[in-house]
């Protein structure tokens, strides 16, 4: 069995990425890894190069910037490098997502087990959403808590958004993946990068959305409801960005006032405990196993 990794990265060390980390935690499994890296404005390239690891293959790309539909632009990135992928698996981070070191010998059986299955296409990962602070997370619906970022290799397939896969069928249309959860955690930590790297990120991003860029200089303005405390253990890559590079306290801003959105999702939190649903949005079908 072979596993393949991949991602895309622009600009990481401009915008706060712990980039680095992050191919890291994939080299803890994964045969190759290979990024996209785009043309920008920082060292992030050179700094890939130094890592000197032989697991890594570098394609260097330049960005569509009159692509401005809804983030199509990363969807394009990330197909470079997952069509460049050649194991039974092909394993997508972003680069602020970490794989924790103990979750690695149950991931690898897990793979071994399915690779030959022709049921499963997929697997699926829960999420823990870091926001404001190493030591608290955003649990909202509004935040996605499961996404598939394994999918095998072997047909065909391609990156509809950031977050999804989707399957050619029959030539004739596509559609969510068959997947089975990998009962573990990925570790997302985008939203504790420094308030500056993150007003910095916003008005980047933003260009690609066809969004008016807003102004951030809080991760305060945001519902206490939709916030909780973490009490496991982050991984071991990520600790020393954790002390120098994260924001180290949520406070919440006591003038915030509620949006349409937030209050939506207040409802459906008292939902989900209510009746045990899960209601944020899925982009995979899960396979019945025997």
């Known amino acids: 069995m072979k596993i393949s990794g991949f991602t895309f990265i622009r600009n990481g060390t401009l915008l706060g990425y712990p980039y680095l980390e992050s191919l890291e935690s994939l080299t803890m499994i994964c045969d190759e890894i290979v990024v996209a890296v785009g043309q920008g404005k920082d060292d992030t390239l050179t700094r890939i190069q130094a890592l000197n690891n032989p697991k890594i ?4 790309t330049t960005w569509n910037e009159s692509m401005h539909d809804r983030g199509y632009v990363y969807a394009q990135q990330k197909m470079i490098a997952q069509f460049n992928c050649t194991g039974d698996w092909a394993f997508y981070l972003e680069g602020d997502e970490i794989l924790h070191e103990k979750d690695v010998p149950k991931l690898r059986e897990l793979l071994l087990k399915h690779v030959d299955n022709p049921k499963v296409e997929a697997v699926v990962f829960d999420y823990h959403h870091f926001y404001g602070s190493p030591n608290t997370l955003a649990i909202s619906p509004g935040w996605y808590r499961k996404a598939p970022r394994i999918i095998k290799n072997t047909f065909r397939s391609y990156a509809g958004g950031g977050l999804y896969f989707v399957v050619l069928h029959k030539n004739k249309q596509g559609r969510y993946p068959y997947a089975v959860p990998a ?4 570790y997302h930590y985008g939203h504790v990068r420094q ?3 993150m007003e910095e990120k916003i008005q980047q991003v933003s260009q690609y959305w066809k ?14 409801q939709a916030i909780a405390k973490f009490a496991g253990t982050h991984p071991k890559v990520i600790q020393k960005w954790l002390q120098e590079e994260a924001e180290q306290h949520l406070e919440f801003n006591p003038d915030y006032k509620l949006t349409s959105r937030e209050r939506r999702h207040r409802w459906m939190m008292r939902l989900e405990r209510l009746f045990g649903w899960e209601l944020s949005k899925k982009h995979y079908q899960l396979v019945k196993m025997p």
């Not at 293959?57 to 260097?60: A, D, F, L, T, Y």
């Not at 009962?183 to 990925?186: E, K, Q, R, T, Y």
């Not at 969004?211 to 206490?224: A, E, R, S, V």
């Open 211 to 224: 969004h008016k860029p807003q102004k951030f200089n809080t991760y305060g303005n945001i519902d206490p």
């Open 57 to 60: 293959r570098i394609i260097e």
């Open 195 to 197: 308030l500056a790297k």
């Open 183 to 186: 009962n573990i955690h990925l």
